[in-house]
């Protein structure tokens, strides 16, 4: 009975081990995508908002578990207890876990819901960067309108996004393949650059817009954020920032569009 306790034990702590080494490996950031360190405006806003939302859940689950230690080891099972003393019907008690999730709810909903219109509001303006973007099956195609900020032609390139430092940049974000479908779309994508903006879907048959700016330059990598099909780990993708004066010149050297590749 005693190695049979031990065995179990042991099996035990092993288990809790593992996991607890998974859950380490879970939080390694290693694929250049780390939304904890934003490099855009709409990226910094909801970083502002994350934060205190964590610590409130933070304070919540402490509390949560703290009450069910103190409940475990106050009102255990003695020889010789009677059945502990029923609060089913206490009015305070009912009152009071009806208010306070409401109160928490409320503080997060509030500012949530702000923010969203807020990020959702386009950009206008001549310094403003207009970017088409299509997610194809499997990969992305970027295309610059004449403009402003693309001075000599239409330029076209595939998987890498080129933009300028420090300026608003609206993407069109279609979903098609005239691959598959002659002029049809077909499958839902999600555009994600975690240290730049939040997430947008692309949806067939809607042009929705994402605005993405940042606030140094680099390269920032992003990914499709929504299963569309067997080749969905394809749709990686790369934000390129440049300094303005380089970006000016990117209507001079069109790139042809090409299928992304492992």
């Known amino acids: 009975m005693m190695q049979r306790s031990r065995r179990r034990r042991l099996a035990l702590g092993v288990t809790v081990t593992v996991a607890f080494a998974a859950l380490l490996a879970g939080c390694s950031n290693n694929n250049g995508q780390n939304s904890l360190d934003p490099a855009g405006e709409d990226a910094q806003k ?31 099972e003695r020889t010789g207890d009677e059945s502990p003393k029923q609060v089913h019907g206490s009015t305070p008690l009912e009152i009071g876990w009806t208010i306070a999730p409401a109160v928490i709810l409320a503080a997060i909903a509030v500012p949530t819901i ?33 403009q402003a900020m693309v001075p000599t032609q239409a330029v076209v390139t595939a998987n890498e996004l080129h933009i300028p430092v420090d300026t608003e940049v609206e993407l069109a974000l279609h979903a098609c393949d005239a691959g598959f479908s002659e002029g049809e779309c077909n499958v839902i994508h999600s555009f994600w650059v975690p240290e730049l903006a939040g997430k947008e879907d692309v949806i067939p048959g809607r042009e929705n817009y994402l605005t993405i700016s940042a606030n140094r330059t680099g390269t920032f990598l992003g990914q499709c954020a929504e299963y569309c099909g067997l080749s969905h780990a394809n749709m990686r993708l790369r934000v390129i920032v440049h300094e303005k004066g380089r970006v000016r010149g990117l209507g001079r050297e069109p790139t042809g569009p090409r299928p992304a590749v492992g």
């Open 46 to 76: 909801i970083m502002d908002l994350f934060t205190p939302i964590f610590w409130i859940a933070v304070v919540v689950g402490v509390g949560v578990f703290a009450a069910v230690v103190f409940t475990l080891i106050k009102y255990r």
């Open 114 to 146: 702000l923010l969203i219109f807020d990020i959702a509001e386009r950009p206008s303006g001549d310094d403003v960067l207009k970017v088409e973007v299509t997610g194809k099956q499997w990969w992305w195609q970027y295309e610059y309108p004449e």
